[in-house]
């Protein structure tokens, strides 16, 4: 089958950038953001329950949320605007936890993020406003929610902002280290 997409891997295996084949002329554009047999040849899973629609002002930081159990991979897209979207691992005994990964998403750009299951997910606005529209893989579960504070020093993201727009949520968050073990999501090696 013919794959109108470029696959970009990142240093943390599973979480993947995506680039769609886009269509343009003097009229616009058109890409396609899913295609569930086209993106399952690329390793994504093929069951979205929910989409997530956000709407941020400039220096707006969200995250890093996670859930466990009930943990979602999220496929992030920007509609308008600009964001620096960050994944981070936080799988308890992954080689890699702690570990993460941040890049532009844009609508001029039109890349996706793909972020599996059991990582932390967080992004800052860069323009003077976004609309980020996200697919999940399972449903939001309050009783599941949990965050890590976005400046955890021992992760150390280079966030484009020092004084992000917070909510009082983000802000109280627990670094990753002070999280007890049993509410994160543990490492499975795949074979």
């Not at 769609?20 to 616009?28: K, L, N, T, Y």
């Not at 299951?117 to 939001?140: M, N, P, Q």
């Amino acid at each position: 089958m013919d794959i109108p997409v470029r696959v970009i891997e990142t240093k943390l295996p599973g979480v993947i950038i995506i680039e769609p084949r886009v269509f343009s002329d003097a009229r616009g554009f058109l890409l396609e953001t899913w295609h569930q047999s086209r993106y399952r040849e690329i390793g994504l899973p093929t069951s979205f329950v929910q989409d997530n629609l956000s709407f941020s002002i400039r220096g707006t930081l969200r995250g890093l949320h996670f859930q466990n159990p009930n943990s979602q991979g999220k496929l992030v897209s920007v509609l308008h605007g600009q964001v620096f979207d960050v994944a981070v691992d936080i799988r308890v005994g992954s080689p890699r936890s702690g570990r993460w990964v941040g890049l532009l998403l844009s609508g001029d750009n039109k890349r996706q993020l793909y972020i599996p299951e059991c990582f932390a997910h967080g992004l800052c606005v860069t323009s003077e406003i976004a609309s980020v529209a996200y697919k999940c893989t399972d449903l939001y579960n309050p009783q599941a929610e949990g965050g890590i504070l976005w400046s955890d020093p021992d992760i150390g993201i280079d966030w484009p902002v020092r004084t992000p727009i917070l909510s009082e949520k983000d802000n109280g968050y627990p670094t990753l280290r002070e999280i007890p073990l049993e509410r994160l999501p543990r490492y499975e090696r795949r074979v």
